[in-house]
């Protein structure tokens, strides 16, 4: 006889999901007019109606094995079609917060990033201060005397002491969010059985990232598209910037600052303009949107405000490294690092992480299909 699937509801997790702002969940009558609706759902498993279904039930374990909630990309037309203003759309990004902090290593700061609401003075405040104390400590909270005209930062905080913060921060970000991660693929997987190839996967869900094809797909979400996709590649040329700027330091021996003219530098200014073209459009969209654009809760924001902060601190800190007081920059950029520093550590719990939940739903999916028998 087959064995009967027990459910296991969580009354925690259906608390939860009504403190966060999912609680119109319960006006949901299952009518499946949002699957109907839905231009990303397959056929073979549409969403979002059981997600709607599971959240109702409270079933946390069910939501954080199902690559459905990563896969929707909160189009929110399946909001503006329910006859119910049960707004999926709006409950599937709650969900997509619930997950993260369940799957989180360690749980607390799964749980204090969850708490976006009363933490995010404490998420954005210490990074902050820490770096004030440690550049209080090691001699560089203040401008030294002489300093050239064409100066450089290198010349008030060492690159050293940069990187002997950031490279542990990125290594504990990292270490965090694979243990995230092999938690998430094991659930995946253990609900398919021989499905879900990672290797074959791999590739076609890294070009559809790359590209945003599926976001495309949502056309009420161009907008969203077009900020989002710019503010990813906007990331990836800062990241490589900063790396060409370790090899430029370390081992072409430039001398800082970079002129204008530099490659590195034409790069990491061509980033900074899509971060700001990026993050304004969604802003924008976030602020003039009305349902399209969904409900903003207190997780969705703080990541938000935090990204907008880091890319306003590094434009200004530049400019006025150019144009204003050596002090003022210098103040800047303090809270420029910390903020970055703020990003690092909260990668792992903050809806940053849809980064790394979205990618292994996308190559689960795809390496199912690529394991499918043909018809
Ligand atoms: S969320 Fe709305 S559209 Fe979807 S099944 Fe429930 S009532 Fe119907
Ligand atoms: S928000 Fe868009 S992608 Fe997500 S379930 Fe609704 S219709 Fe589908």
Partial sequence: MAAIPTLLPSHDFREALRRRGGEAASRCYQCATCSGVCELAPDEAPFPRRLMLWAQWGLADRLAADPAVWLCHQCNDCTVHCPRDAKPGDVVQVIRALVIEKLAFPGFLGRLVGAARSSWPLLVGLPIAFWVVLLAATGHLAVPAGLPQNWAFEQLVPHLLIYSVFFPAAGWAMLAAWVSGRRFWGLLTANSPGKGSFLAGLAPALGEVAT?????????????????????????????????????????????????????????NLSAVLLVIGAGVLVANRLGGGVKAGASTAFDTYFLTVVVLVITTGVLSEVARLSLTAEFALAVYIAHLGLVLCLFLTFPYSKFAHLLYRSLAMVHERGSQAQAPSA
């Fill in 212 to 268: 945003h094809k599926r976001f495309g797909t949502c056309g009420a979400a161009k907008p969203r598209e077009f900020g989002h996709l710019t503010l990813m590649w906007g990331f990836v040329g800062a990241a490589v910037t900063s790396g060409l700027l370790i090899v430029g330091i370390y081992i072409q021996h430039l001398a800082m600052p970079l002129a204008l003219t530099h490659p590195y530098k034409i790069l990491g």
